[in-house]
């Protein structure tokens, strides 16, 4: 196997600087695979609606050895209140959801334009800077690469060679629309708001606030600082026609009202209307869809950013092998089988949540106003319930079954889970800290036969034997059971017995040699 002609511009030329694109280029430039990224826009976003850092992201940064620095920098959200009406129906609190499931059994609020900022920093530090004003015009695929066309705000083109082109453009995608990919979805019916605020009132508690209302709704993040927080919520329909001249002064202030928020200065305002699409394909050929270019949903559960960074981080160890000869061209099959199934359930559950919360038909104001305050109590008295809600809020709970890169199980590990954390015993490091090698590694608990010793060894593929512990049984790992690791945290394949064929028939089949 060889590695690519390097005489080319580039490895990955990256279209969009959002989240997405600064994580895919952040990871590939860790690695050591050549990147350009590109965008049309003179500076990073300066206002932004996505909040949330999901635990599932945050241990994503753990391996890029920047979580710590993220949650220094956001504000960590450790309750939820659920109010109908006027009325607390529900309080939950995150650190009891995802204790033992996470080391981040929290919810983190942190700016999208501040997280933006802060990648590009890192990103800098590796000596890769985003190139501004600087436009995607067309590109084609050759026989062994693609070539961009593109134009920065002088008028001035140039074209761009790289072994692959990654579309991290957002919902009006240009690299979507060049590849005749469809974007099948809809608009909801409301317009909505969003407003960066400073305000006092006991609700401006640090906690995350989600509130009902006949015909309204409002969900207020706490931010960095005391006081400030994003609310969104919805506008009056009689003024959606108005959209673009409504103020903080067109707001219907009933239920913030009614969940005595003062609001004392308002540092800026929005409105927008909510999508949910999904691509019909995430791939053709050497090009790829990412983030909002491939899939937009309603704001429910924030889980829109943390998606497309989670597809930049499954994309780019798969990039990096095929880009560096250490994996046939055909892993990057798995990237639109694995993340495309995942995008379009998250585009369903959302869109039924957001509907059954926004809409102005009579059985849906039923459902929130009378079902919802009799239900949720009953669903969080139960740990099951809300160790379940974590999982699927905190994208814990994302597996790949089905993938061509999933073989095996044990119990309740199978092959494209996620690798189950085991917090650190004494003097130990817990068993994502080798993940921070961003490289194929077997792991087992318990004992490693020496024949497992001698094939890691010569494979150069690392081993980390971690002392069984009783507690490790309740995660669904089983002892001495071997399981390999994908570079993302994933595992790629699970085997009770150990056995070293297992392990060299799987690298094999794949073309797959760990980083040397």
């Not at 334009?113 to 501004?132: T, Y």
């Not at 436009?135 to 066309?149: A, K, M, S, Y």
């Not at 559960?301 to 497309?308: A, P, V, W, Y």
Request: charged share 25%; proline share 3%; with cysteine.
């Amino acid at each position: 196997m060889t590695n690519e002609p390097s005489k080319r511009d580039t490895d990955v030329l990256i279209v969009g600087a959002g989240p997405t694109g600064l994580v895919l280029a952040l990871w590939l430039a860790r690695v050591g695979v050549r990147v350009r990224i590109v965008d049309k826009t003179a500076e990073a976003g300066t206002t932004s609606r996505a909040l949330a850092v999901q635990a599932r992201t945050l241990e994503f940064y753990t391996q890029l050895g920047i979580a710590d620095a993220v949650v220094a920098a956001g504000r960590k959200t450790m309750a939820a209140n659920m109010w109908v009406t006027g009325n607390r129906v529900a309080h939950v609190f995150f650190g009891e959801l995802g204790k033992g499931i996470s080391p981040f059994p929290f919810a983190l609020t942190y700016p999208q334009d501040e997280h933006e900022r802060f990648l590009i920093a890192r990103l800098a530090e590796v000596g890769v800077e985003v190139e501004r004003q600087t436009e995607l015009l067309r590109f084609e695929e050759t026989v062994d690469g693609v070539v961009g066309h593109l134009r920065r705000t002088d008028g001035t083109e140039e074209s761009c060679t790289a072994a692959y082109i990654a579309g991290c453009d957002g919902a009006r995608s240009t690299m979507r629309e060049a590849l005749g990919i469809g974007f099948p979805g809809g608009t909801y019916e409301h317009l909505f708001y969003v407003a960066d605020v400073q305000a006092s009132g006991e609700t401006m508690n640090g906690e995350l606030q989600v509130a009902l209302d006949r015909t309204d709704f409002l969900v207020v993040f706490p931010l960095k600082g005391d006081g400030r927080a994003r609310l969104i919520g919805t506008i009056r329909q009689e003024l959606e026609a108005q959209a673009e001249k409504l103020t903080w002064e067109d707001v219907n202030n009933r239920v913030i009202d009614a969940m005595r928020i003062d609001v004392e200065r308002v540092n800026w305002f929005s409105t927008y209307r909510v999508h949910h699409r999904v691509a019909d394909h995430f791939r053709k050929g050497r090009a790829f869809l990412l983030g909002d270019a491939a899939h937009i949903h309603s704001p429910v559960g924030g889980q829109g950013m943390n998606t497309g960074i989670g597809d930049a981080v499954n994309l780019a160890w798969k990039l990096a092998a095929v880009v560096q000869g250490r994996a046939n061209a055909a892993l990057l099959d798995s990237y639109e089988t694995e993340r495309i199934g995942f995008a379009r359930t998250l585009v369903a559950t959302t869109d039924q949540a957001f509907t059954s919360v926004t809409s102005s038909g009579t059985m849906a104001r039923l459902i929130r106003l009378h079902i919802v305050p009799l239900l949720l109590p009953l669903l969080f008295a139960f740990e099951a319930t809300r160790r379940v809600m974590f999982r699927r809020v905190s994208q814990t709970s994302i597996h790949y079954e089905g993938s061509s890169l999933s073989v095996g199980w044990t119990e309740t590990v199978e092959g494209g889970d996620r690798l189950p954390w085991v917090q650190h015993a004494d003097g130990e490091k817990d068993n994502f800290a080798p993940l921070a090698s961003l490289d194929w590694q077997v792991h087992i608990y318990g004992e490693a036969s020496q024949e497992m010793r001698t094939v890691c060894e010569t494979r150069k593929l690392p081993l980390h034997v971690f002392p069984w512990r009783a507690e490790i049984r309740r995660t669904g790992l089983w002892r001495n059971a071997a399981y390999l690791i994908r570079p993302d945290g994933y595992v790629g394949m699970a085997d009770a017995v150990a056995s070293t064929a297992a392990v060299t028939s799987y690298l094999d089949a794949r073309g797959i040699l760990p980083v040397r």
